[in-house]
């Protein structure tokens, strides 16, 4: 160990939800890796030491979906941005959409991004490689050559296939691979033209309202497809409290899915629109507040397997423009630990739990190790205070995107510390 790189995280509440663990103990790390916790290992001697005393180490947070906004959408940000958005964040592994410009349909582009992001103090990403070329819903991709380009998943962002035919036979052939589906779901058509959920607050404003059956029938026709091919399938960004009593009775009945839900749906409803709010123009659409409590619980008992930020910055021009020509989106990196942490006090959930929906669980769900800090394992680590708060505001975010319906409010913990690979890719500086 002489040569190593040695650190030493002295006085924190160590949370592994993976293993199960949540004591008062010492982490330490050498070359990238967790060597040793509680007892400082045999010749061990730090190069430097973290004072975690009064805080969590935990796993570095696990993001489902984030948009990175490159290749095409540099406008809005860039990989730089919103990597210091995800360490700020306390977020070390992450998916990206396949919606950039061009989508991620080609081994090439999927192998510049991730060639690309693999920069010191990076997160590690994960792409989701586009379903059908283009995202158009017509032809396949070739699958087993974006999964060797480093694609962790198949999806059509925030795009439907009309033609089930088709997503029969993508489901039929991921499911021979044992390639995952991630699928929002969404009808095209219920959907087309609305810009909010098809509730009193739409009536009221005047907004072409998206009823929930858009989410329901189209997530019936998932489900009965996934059953009829094997395929595993994700569903992403679950909204409706209809929607999550179908996939709950789904998997009772042995069909292999996983749902994850956005912090927007967990904590607002379509009320938050309030007088024409741009910055809560999203897709899905906030809900009713019984959906809203539906989905709250879900993520509480385990029905809803993970929380996700929809990372999705949008710049300026996008969002200071009447509701229903606003971009769709909300920067969310930043917010991921804080949010979860608000519903975790709210809704009297353990912090070892709560943290499984940001760290274990969607790790699980990427295919990626367990995001654990067992030794032996690698030194992806989130060092935060749960007692400090901050307000949120345009100055305070990393990302590009100040574009959020939470500005303003002041949430619970503050990251100190992101390591990546063993090193120190954050600091806060406190």
């Given at each position: 160990m002489t040569n190593m790189l040695k650190l030493h995280i002295k006085g924190g509440r160590l949370i592994d939800p993976a293993n199960g663990v949540d004591q008062l103990t010492d982490i330490f790390i050498a070359d990238g890796l967790i060597?040793?916790?509680?007892?400082?290992?045999?010749?061990?001697?730090?190069?430097?030491v973290l004072d975690a005393t009064?805080?969590?180490?935990?796993?570095?947070?696990?993001?489902?979906?984030?948009?990175?906004?490159?290749?095409?959408?540099?406008?809005?940000?860039?990989?730089?941005?919103?990597?210091?958005?995800?360490?700020?964040?306390?977020?070390?592994?992450?998916?990206?959409?396949?919606?950039?410009?061009?989508p991620l349909d080609e081994p090439g582009l999927v192998q510049m991004l991730t060639h690309r992001a693999r920069l010191p103090g990076f997160a590690h990403v994960h792409p989701v490689g586009a379903l059908t070329v283009q995202l158009a819903g017509e032809r396949l991709v070739e699958m087993v050559q974006l999964f060797d380009a480093g694609c962790v998943a198949?999806?059509?962002?925030?795009?439907?296939?009309?033609?089930?035919?088709?997503?029969?036979?993508?489901?039929?052939y991921a499911a021979t691979f044992g390639f995952p589906i991630w699928l929002q779901a969404q009808d095209s058509f219920l959907s087309r033209n609305g810009v909010a959920h098809d509730g009193e607050v739409a009536a009221r404003l005047g907004l072409a309202g998206i009823p929930v059956a858009a989410e329901t029938i189209?997530?019936?026709?998932?489900?009965?497809?996934a059953q009829e091919s094997g395929a595993r399938v994700h569903i992403r960004r679950i909204s409706s409290a209809a929607a999550l009593e179908m996939l709950i009775a789904a998997r009772a009945s042995g069909i292999n899915a996983t749902c994850d839900v956005s912090i927007n749906h967990l904590h607002l409803t379509d009320a938050d629109i309030g007088y024409f709010n741009p910055h809560a123009r999203l897709d899905p659409p906030l809900r009713s507040q019984r959906d809203r409590d539906a989905l709250r619980a879900g993520l509480a008992s385990g029905a809803i397997d993970a929380l996700c930020s929809d990372h999705t910055p949008v710049d300026e021009d996008g969002k200071q423009v009447p509701f229903e020509e606003a971009e769709v989106g909300a920067t969310g990196l930043e917010l991921l630990l804080p949010l979860c942490l608000?519903?975790?006090q709210e809704m009297n959930?353990?912090?070892?739990?709560?943290?499984?929906?940001?760290?274990?669980?969607?790790?699980?769900?990427?295919?990626?190790?367990?995001?654990?800090?067992?030794?032996?394992q690698v030194a992806d680590i989130c060092v935060f205070d749960p007692k400090a708060t901050a307000i949120v505001s345009r100055e305070n975010l990393k990302s590009q995107g100040h574009n959020t319906p939470f500005l303003g409010l002041e949430l619970p913990g503050r990251v100190r510390y992101t390591l990546i690979d063993g090193a120190l890719a954050y600091d806060a500086g406190l």
């Amino acid at each position: 160990m002489t040569n190593m790189l040695k650190l030493h995280i002295k006085g924190g509440r160590l949370i592994d939800p993976a293993n199960g663990v949540d004591q008062l103990t010492d982490i330490f790390i050498a070359d990238g890796l967790i060597v040793g916790a509680g007892d400082t290992p045999l010749n061990f001697v730090a190069n430097s030491v973290l004072d975690a005393t009064g805080c969590i180490v935990c796993p570095g947070l696990v993001d489902l979906c984030a948009r990175l906004r490159e290749p095409g959408f540099e406008y809005k940000a860039t990989l730089q941005s919103e990597m210091a958005a995800a360490v700020a964040g306390g977020v070390t592994r992450l998916s990206c959409p396949p919606d950039t410009d061009p989508p991620l349909d080609e081994p090439g582009l999927v192998q510049m991004l991730t060639h690309r992001a693999r920069l010191p103090g990076f997160a590690h990403v994960h792409p989701v490689g586009a379903l059908t070329v283009q995202l158009a819903g017509e032809r396949l991709v070739e699958m087993v050559q974006l999964f060797d380009a480093g694609c962790v998943a198949f999806g059509q962002a925030n795009r439907s296939i009309v033609d089930t035919q088709v997503l029969l036979r993508a489901m039929h052939y991921a499911a021979t691979f044992g390639f995952p589906i991630w699928l929002q779901a969404q009808d095209s058509f219920l959907s087309r033209n609305g810009v909010a959920h098809d509730g009193e607050v739409a009536a009221r404003l005047g907004l072409a309202g998206i009823p929930v059956a858009a989410e329901t029938i189209a997530l019936a026709t998932i489900l009965h497809l996934a059953q009829e091919s094997g395929a595993r399938v994700h569903i992403r960004r679950i909204s409706s409290a209809a929607a999550l009593e179908m996939l709950i009775a789904a998997r009772a009945s042995g069909i292999n899915a996983t749902c994850d839900v956005s912090i927007n749906h967990l904590h607002l409803t379509d009320a938050d629109i309030g007088y024409f709010n741009p910055h809560a123009r999203l897709d899905p659409p906030l809900r009713s507040q019984r959906d809203r409590d539906a989905l709250r619980a879900g993520l509480a008992s385990g029905a809803i397997d993970a929380l996700c930020s929809d990372h999705t910055p949008v710049d300026e021009d996008g969002k200071q423009v009447p509701f229903e020509e606003a971009e769709v989106g909300a920067t969310g990196l930043e917010l991921l630990l804080p949010l979860c942490l608000k519903w975790a006090q709210e809704m009297n959930v353990p912090l070892l739990a709560a943290l499984a929906r940001v760290t274990s669980n969607p790790a699980r769900i990427l295919g990626q190790h367990a995001a654990s800090l067992a030794v032996g394992q690698v030194a992806d680590i989130c060092v935060f205070d749960p007692k400090a708060t901050a307000i949120v505001s345009r100055e305070n975010l990393k990302s590009q995107g100040h574009n959020t319906p939470f500005l303003g409010l002041e949430l619970p913990g503050r990251v100190r510390y992101t390591l990546i690979d063993g090193a120190l890719a954050y600091d806060a500086g406190l």
